[in-house]
């Protein structure tokens, strides 16, 4: 089976998380879906430069990469995704949208509303269970 490897950005801006919305795609189970912007990573690149290039690229935002935040392995039917996310942040709250239908700017707890791109959902719990810490 192929294998994917990503990373992905779980942007704040301040009390406020950034959902995306992918379009419609080859594989109908993450079309349509909201997730953490994102892609692959370039040969040679490291994770914090493959966050801050993607993000640019997708949402014409600048972040700061603040911390790691997980690892998700997941197998969708037609390939194996290890998606790297990272905290960030960022002061821009227009994202110009290059590859998604749609952005949201959610509260912690608004995330479970949104439906979600499955290999995302454990990042949304993580992000629900460090609210909860506090």
């Not at 990503?6 to 997730?35: C, H, M, N, T």
């Not at 640019?56 to 911390?67: G, I, T, W």
């Not at 390939?79 to 709250?93: D, I, V």
Request: aromatic share 8%; proline share 4%.
């Amino acid at each position: 089976m192929k294998q994917i490897e990503v990373v992905a950005a779980v942007i704040r801006l301040e009390d406020k998380v950034l959902a995306v919305q992918r379009g419609d795609g080859r594989y109908a189970y993450v079309s349509r879906k909201f997730e953490f912007p994102g892609g692959k990573i370039e040969n040679g690149e490291s994770h914090h430069s493959a966050v801050l290039r993607e993000i640019r690229e997708e949402l014409a935002l600048e972040v700061e990469v603040e911390d790691f935040l997980m690892t998700v392995q997941h197998s969708y039917p037609d390939f194996e995704l290890t998606m790297h996310c990272y905290a960030c942040r960022t002061s821009q709250e227009q994202p110009v949208l290059h590859e998604h239908l749609a952005y949201r700017w959610c509260l912690t707890h608004e995330l479970p509303s949104l439906d979600w791109a499955a290999a995302d959902l454990p990042v949304v719990d993580r992000l629900l269970a460090q609210s909860h810490e506090r």
